[in-house]
């Protein structure tokens, strides 16, 4: 018989923490992954497009480029691969090794509670 008094946190498997968190901020880099290639390089599209003045203020020099075609560019340059998805294993490893203590160590912390600190 299971004791039904147990909520389902104290039930789960603390690394089922450490491996969910992972798997799942690995899952939200690869859809946002792409998003951020191309919002650097409009950053540094709008950069190289600009000259600085005399009193450092930056003066456009070309239109600046909109989201829609700064993706159409980079694929029809760069491709799938090697445009949007460039980088993609440094941001995986990250998220798997930052995304999963980070949420395996918040579930330390939450069964521990504060007497996991000395300073408390």
Known sequence: ??????????????????????????????????????????????????????DHRQIPTRKRLKFGSAIRNILQKEGIRYGIYKGLTASLLRQFLFSSNRHGGYGLYSLAGSSLFLWN
């Open 1 to 54: 018989s299971t004791n039904n008094s147990m909520s389902n946190e104290e039930r789960t498997p603390l690394y089922h923490r450490f491996i969910a968190g992972g798997i799942g901020d690995m899952t939200a880099a690869f859809f946002t992954h792409p998003i951020d290639v191309v919002k650097v390089r409009m950053q540094i599209f709008g950069e190289a497009s600009s000259v600085s003045a005399p």
